[in-house]
């Protein structure tokens, strides 16, 4: 199998349930990749808002943090989905549809758009997106 960039419209994408065969498919999917991006940077934003919450919280209480508080085990899940999407997004991006990629993309810059506005730290150490 050939690994360059192609634009066809025959492209299976994650499941073999999720199929396109035509350009109906092709935006539809999109569309969807869109919002599955624009959710991922939305978790990320919102774990980094959650994680600074709770530190000035901690702060002002003086409390000692703990590993069963509710807002480190909601992070936690939210960790865990936000790991999940990022591997569906990577194996989408893989298939190397160039509609595919564009649609990832596209939603990352909506997703960061929308949700890091209002970010208060920038992370120059995050890797693998």
């Not at 530190?55 to 002002?60: D, E, N, V």
């Not at 949700?115 to 995050?126: C, P």
Request: aromatic share 14%; with cysteine.
């Amino acid at each position: 199998m050939e690994m360059s960039f192609q634009t066809g419209l025959n492209t299976v994408i994650l499941f073999d349930g999720w199929k396109t065969h035509d350009w109906q498919g092709i935006v539809g999917s999109m569309i969807g990749i869109t919002l599955m991006a624009a959710i991922y940077e939305g978790l990320k934003n919102y774990r980094e808002h959650l994680y600074v919450s709770a530190s000035l919280a901690r702060l002002g209480d003086r409390k000692e943090p703990s590993l069963f508080s509710g807002v480190h085990i909601l992070q936690t899940f939210l960790q865990m989905i936000q790991i999940v999407i990022s591997y569906f997004l990577m194996l989408i991006f893989m298939t190397y549809n160039v509609w595919l990629c564009v649609a990832i993309v596209l939603g990352g810059a909506i997703g960061y758009w929308l949700f890091a506005w209002q970010r208060i730290s920038t992370d120059i150490t995050e890797c693998c997106n």
